[in-house]
């Protein structure tokens, strides 16, 4: 079974600053996606960044961009110019791309990321 | 477009009891997946349906079952409610059942079990 492991329990930045999120899996797959997820108090989760293993280029969404190490295992998110709005938890998630496993998501425990004004 | 909706939005349930809760899927979707995400935690795969079918099940007891209709909505059913059972259950839906097709999240229904 996978895992996923998101070692920073909280994270605080600076309004206009950055902040980079950790995260690493363990899997003997080589084709799998990974995902960053944002899930604000009001619950509702959001997609924000998604990389296929298969492309060794990071995948970028506006502020938000990720730095994937296949060998090393690990996933990072990176948000830049944080907004007030970014405040929420950030989930790190895998799914496998080979049936039969390639249903469902594998969430890390989630980072907690507060904005300071 | 209306995305993922689920009802109730919150409910409170003895233990011992019985409960339903429900997912309307974004138009034109055929899957749908349920989590269980107990406060603190990540979300923890329950069930995965397509097209009516039971796809994938998680480490879930007996307890927990789940169901598709004809038109793609979905129920999951708990029986015999314990305390543990107390989290926010989101549903998610995608276009089908694997590989690339995303998948986006409801707001959760909030269950406490006292």
């Known amino acids: 079974a996978q895992t996923v492991t998101q070692s920073q329990p909280e994270m605080s930045v600076q309004e206009a600053e950055t902040v980079t999120l950790s995260c690493t899996y363990d899997?003997?797959?080589?084709?799998?996606?990974l995902f960053w997820y944002k899930q604000p108090p009001s619950r509702q989760m959001i997609l924000v960044i998604r990389?296929?293993?298969?492309?060794?280029q990071n995948a970028t969404e506006n502020r938000f961009s990720v730095n994937f190490q296949k060998a090393a295992k690990s996933f990072s998110l990176k948000i830049s110019d944080s907004q007030l709005g970014d405040a929420a938890m950030y989930f790190c998630?895998?799914?496998?791309?080979?049936?039969?496993?390639?249903?469902?998501?594998?969430f890390g425990a989630g980072t907690t990321v507060t904005v300071r004004a | 477009d209306a995305g993922v909706t689920q009802s109730p939005t919150h409910l409170i349930k003895t233990r011992g009891q019985h409960v339903t809760l429900r997912c309307s899927p974004i138009?034109?979707?055929?899957?749908v997946s349920w989590y269980q995400q107990v406060l603190g935690q990540g979300p923890q795969f329950i069930f995965q349906?397509?097209?009516?079918?039971?796809?994938g099940r998680g480490n879930f007891p007996d307890r927990f079952s789940a169901r598709q209709f004809p038109n793609y909505s979905s129920e999951l059913n708990v029986n015999a409610l314990l305390l543990g059972d107390s989290a926010l259950y989101l549903c998610?839906?995608?276009?089908?059942?694997?590989?690339?097709?995303?998948?986006?999240f409801g707001p959760g229904t909030r269950l406490t079990v006292t």
């Open positions: 998610a839906s995608s276009y089908a059942g694997g590989r690339s097709y995303e998948q986006y």
């Open positions: 899997t003997s797959e080589s084709d799998y996606y």
């Open positions: 990389q296929e293993a298969y492309k060794q």
């Open positions: 998630a895998y799914r496998s791309d080979s049936a039969p496993n390639d249903y469902k998501l594998s």
């Open positions: 138009s034109g979707h055929k899957s």
């Open positions: 349906y397509y097209e009516k079918e039971e796809r």
